[in-house]
């Protein structure tokens, strides 16, 4: 299993410009969120789905959406870049217990710039 | 509503010497709580979790964890730390029933000094 990927790596975009970060499992997890991390601030949620077709915000949704028509892929749209959303951008996935909660896996990160 | 504090930023300790990392945490329900590692360049990990029963919980690399309700504190230890363990550590906290958002606590950066 590759677990969850997320591409690109990093990425630098002006401000204004739109972009697409990716996100898939192959773990058949129901359960997938975008985070960002920003120093001093932990992971905060941005958005999340509990199955295809069904996503709902986070704690910092503005400026991005999101779209659920796989189980396997949950991609991360930035509308208009600001120099704000730099941050680095992490997708999580997990089964989506509903008695005991399953851990979280997640991908390796996009490193975004916004100048 | 819940939150995580973790009260310490950064951490330095010297190889081999034992290490506590704090968390505290403040719900009004049940809780279930977590300790993820994150490497450097890398996406986090999981290193142990509470749901019930014993509070002492044991997670990978040697790592525990003690949950004392009284206090609402989630502390990770080890007692002997090795330069490998130099990385960021989160504590998170979920509450319970069906799906609930994971809230994490801003970290703790451990470096362990040769």
């Known amino acids: 299993n590759a677990g969850v990927t997320q591409t690109p790596k990093f990425q630098v975009l002006k401000t204004g410009q739109s972009m697409t970060l990716q996100c898939a499992q192959d773990?058949?997890?129901?359960?997938m969120s975008w985070y960002r991390q920003d120093p001093g601030m932990g992971l905060r949620l941005i958005h999340y789905?509990?199955?295809?077709?069904?996503?709902d915000q986070g704690e910092v949704p503005n400026g991005y959406n999101v779209s659920r028509s796989t189980t396997e892929d949950f991609p991360l749209r930035l509308l208009s870049a600001a120099p704000s959303q730099t941050s680095v951008y992490f997708c999580a996935s997990s089964y989506a217990g509903q008695v005991e909660p399953y851990e979280q896996y997640f991908g390796p990160g996009t490193r975004l710039t916004v100048t | 509503a819940q939150s995580v504090t973790q009260l310490d930023s950064q951490v330095p300790v010297f190889e081999e010497a034992p290490v506590e990392l704090r968390c505290n945490y403040s719900s009004s329900v049940s809780v279930y709580l977590f300790w993820y590692v994150q490497y450097p360049n890398q996406g986090l990990q999981l290193l142990l979790k509470?749901?019930?029963?014993?509070?002492l919980v044991k997670g990978i690399n040697g790592f525990e964890a003690e949950f004392n309700k009284s206090q609402t504190s989630f502390h990770l230890r080890k007692p002997s730390v090795h330069i490998s363990d130099t990385a960021e550590y989160f504590c998170?906290?979920?509450?319970?029933?069906?799906?609930?958002?994971?809230?994490f606590g801003i970290g703790t950066k451990l470096q362990v000094i040769p």
């Open positions: 773990m058949n997890h129901e359960y």
């Open positions: 509470y749901l019930s029963g014993s509070t």
């Open positions: 789905s509990v199955g295809a077709g069904i996503t």
């Open positions: 998170a906290v979920r509450g319970p029933g069906g799906y609930q958002k994971v809230t």
